[in-house]
Every structure is written in C-alpha cells, then in structure tokens.
C-alpha cells in the first residue's frame, strides 16, 4: 500500500489551481476583450509550462515525485498546452492588456511562496534512519537467526547503512554490547546522526561495565553542544553522571529533559522517578561497596540504598573446576520485557563457593526503569574468565526468570554453559 505524501498532494493541487486559474483568465479574456493577442497569452502559457516542467523535473531528481507521479503531471500540463494551442486557431489576434499577464504571473509566484511555506515542514520530510529500524525478533532461536541474516546482508551491501543499524540493534538485543558499538560505527560512518550517536555512546559503556569516560561522555557532550535539547542525549548524560556519583548534575540532566516530555507520559513518570532517586542518593551517606569473596561474605550497595534482591550463586563442582583463578562474578537483573539493558549490576571476584550478592537501584545504569519500579525481573549469573562486560562463548552462566522485586535467599546454580 502506498501513500501519497502531503506535500506532493499540496505541489500538485498548487499545480492544477494555476493551471485552472489560467485557463479561467484565458476564458475571461476572449469574452471582455475582441482583439487578444493569443500569440502573446500562448508564448506566456509555454513559458509557464516550462517553468511548471522543470518543476516537475526537479522534483523527480530530488526524489519528491516518483516516476510514475511525474509522469502523470507532465502528460495532463501537456494536454492542456495542446488545447490552448486548438483554442488559438480559430479565435482573433489582439494585443493581451498588461494587467492579465502580471496577475497570471503572480498567481504562479503565490503558488511557488505557499508551497515553500505549507510545503516543507520538517515533519513531512522522510523519517530518519535511527526512527525506522525496528527488531521483531523476541526468542534468542529468533534473534540469532535474524543476527546471521544481517551479517550475511552486511556483507553483501557493506554501504548499507540500515543494514548495519538492523545488525547493531540485533546484537544489542541479544545484550552484545560490543558487536553493537562497532556495527554503530559503520553506521555513523554512512549516516551520521545525533540519536545514534547517543545509541553508540550507550553500547560503548555498557560493554565497559557501566563506564561512561572517555569517548561515551565525548560523544554525548558533542551532541548537547550542537543540540542543548537533544532529549536521548539529556537522558543518558543523567545515566552517565549518576555512574560517576554526581547526583545533583543527573537531576540537572534529567530535569532539562522532564521539561521535553509530557509530565504524565510513561517517559515523564520514569524521569520524575529517575531526579527522585538522584535526589534521594545525593542525600545518603556514601559508603564503600562490599565485593562477595567467600561463603559468608554479603554484597553491600553503595550508599544506604536498601537490597532489594538478595542471594547467592552457586556452581556445581564440575564447573567450579573449570573456573579459573581471578574469574570475575556478573550478577545482574533485567526487565522482563522491553529492553533488555540491566537495570541494576553486581561484580565480584569470588575465592570461593557460593558468594552472595544484592541488587538495588544504586546499583542501576541511573536511566530509567529502575530496579525498584518493576514488580519482577530476570536475573543473570555469568563468570567471565577475561573479566569482559560483554558476554563470551566461553563464559558460564544461569538465567532465572520471575524473579519477584523484594525477595531473599535467591539461589542461582550454574552447571554449565548457555547458548
């Protein structure tokens, strides 16, 4: 199904009025007058008609009429060029009054202004890359089918810049942060706009752990200075100030973006919650995060920010002889639907088995949701041989899913590895 753009339809309606209005003018001018200068009207009505031809050629080359669109308007100004042109020959030669050719002319510049000043607004223009890209995929069987597709089409169509986007998102979905970033990378490269900036900004530190310096602060800061109101760019520098601690530049952050959103929207909510918390954390006392190293040891949030998620990871003994010394411990929880970015991490390096871990909201990405607004996640145990954020072939882990917001005594047993 196709539909016709609003601006095209405004071009052409301008199109058929001055063509009307001419004909009307023509008309009028054969009763009112005996001797019209028809050669002189004909001679105005070709240049017109060349001036309304380069129009639609212009138009065709810059991709606002299609083929076929064009050439329906090119045959009906050519019809109506032929009728003037059977008109002239049987009516008498006479000289056109000024007045008639200045109103004609004007009648096409009106045309021309309105259609600059109706025709053109940014709305109407094609959506950008980063609003048409869109993953359907839910399964990990779907998203890895849909993964090796898109790899196959990166490298069928390297200048394929949606084709890379598709990729990026795919392995963002997949929490393959990593892949992500790069795959971004060649997009910026082919299509370089803000909102994906900020996209790559994100996978950047969400494959360091959570760690904004650097580049991801770079790129945001880049953003912001050429557009302050950039509302992603605003949101993610809140998450990125909240990761270094400073609680009262995320509140500024996050309210110059509240102010961009309807208060009572599902992202104004979310803000609101978000300055909440940042308030809330900027008033607590810091403390010393606690890492689990052995069977007795409690992970402790920074701050006084209530656990609201706490256990242990075991692994059987098969696999703990497959850990090696220095594996780094990841537990951390995930919204059950919708985005799968963490929405609070614990790291640790154990000595020994089981460890014991707590999630809360401190321990989140600061954009929303939060741990605290989510009735139950999905929590994720892995042991990372190389310490990397981002998951690898060789890593163990465990999924539990329905996990309730509150509970104690959750146990995650590892036995092994996970597709």
Known sequence: MSFLPPWLGLLLALLALGLLAAGVLQRGLKKQVLFVGLELQSHTNRRIAQEHLADLD?????????ALQHQAARDELLRHLLDDAEQSDDAPAASVPARWLWMVLALVLLSGLSYVQ????????????????????TTPAQLAEQTRLWQEATQKRPEDAQAWLTLARLHAAQNAH???????????????EPDLWIERAQMKALS??????????????????????????LVLAGSAALSEKRHAAAQDYWQRALALVPADSEAG????????????????????????????SA???????????????????????????????????????????????????????????????S????????????AQVRLV???????????????????????????????????????
């Not at 212009?58 to 299609?66: H, I, K, N, S, Y």
């Not at 760690?211 to 992603?232: C, F, K, M, T």
Request: aromatic share 4%; charged share 15%; proline share 8%.
């Open 381 to 419: 145990a892995r042991v990372s041989k190389t310490g990397s954020a981002q998951k690898q072939e060789v890593d163990l882990q465990v999924e539990l899913a329905g996990v309730k917001t509150g509970v104690q005594g959750v146990v995650l047993n590892i036995t092994g590895r996970t597709p």
């Open 208 to 233: 360091a752990g959570g760690v904004y310096a650097g580049e991801p602060w770079q790129w945001i800061q880049d953003v912001l200075r050429s557009q302050p109101q950039h509302l992603n760019a």
């Open 118 to 137: 109706l025709g053109a607004p940014q709305t109407w223009w094609p959506k950008p890359l980063s609003q048409r890209v869109q993953i359907s995929a």
């Open 299 to 361: 992970a402790t949030p920074a701050g006084d920010a209530k656990p609201l998620i706490q256990g242990e990871v075991r692994v059987s003994p098969e696999v703990q002889s497959q850990i090696a010394a220095g594996s780094t411990l990841f537990v951390y929880a995930m919204a059950e639907e919708g985005s799968r970015r963490p929405v609070a991490i614990w790291r640790g390096t154990p000595t020994s088995w089981p460890v014991r871990f707590a999630l809360s909201d």
């Open 58 to 66: 212009r138009a065709l080359a810059e991709g606002r009429l299609t």
């Open 178 to 192: 990593a892949p992500a970033e790069q795959a971004l990378a060649r997009v910026l490269a082919l299509s370089p």
């Open 269 to 296: 909510q979310g803000l609101q919650q978000a300055v909440a918390q940042a308030a809330e954390m900027a008033a607590a006392p810091s403390a010393t995060v606690a890492v689990g190293a052995g069977p007795l």
């Open 363 to 374: 321990m989140g990405m600061g954009a929303p949701p939060v741990l605290s607004s989510l």
